[in-house]
């Protein structure tokens, strides 16, 4: 599973970190599993979905998994062990 980072519509060295859920219309919509920010981001909360996100605007990352904030939850771990990649 690839997880991505973003820093669109984010301050100076401040990330969010994704993974990929499916294709949208001009990119990919990503689930928010963390972020690396100083203050909150309406556009980028921990367990929502960012919805049709550029491709270009993301880049792999070496966020691991269980750094997540969601990491141990029973609905996110089933998830995360069901997972289609795409």
Same mark, same amino acid.
């Given at each position: ?5 973003? %820093? %669109? ?71 995360? %062990? ?5």
């Amino acid at each position: 599973m690839k997880i991505y980072e973003t %820093s %669109s519509g984010l301050g100076y060295k401040q990330y969010a970190y994704l993974i990929r859920i499916k294709k949208s219309e001009n990119g990919h919509d990503y689930l928010c599993i963390g972020t690396k920010s100083s203050r909150g981001w309406d556009n980028y909360v921990i367990g929502e979905i960012v919805e049709d996100l550029e491709d270009y605007s993301v880049k792999e990352s070496g966020y691991k998994l269980h750094d997540s904030p969601l990491a141990g939850d029973y609905l996110f771990n089933y998830w995360v %062990s069901n997972f289609n990649i795409i």
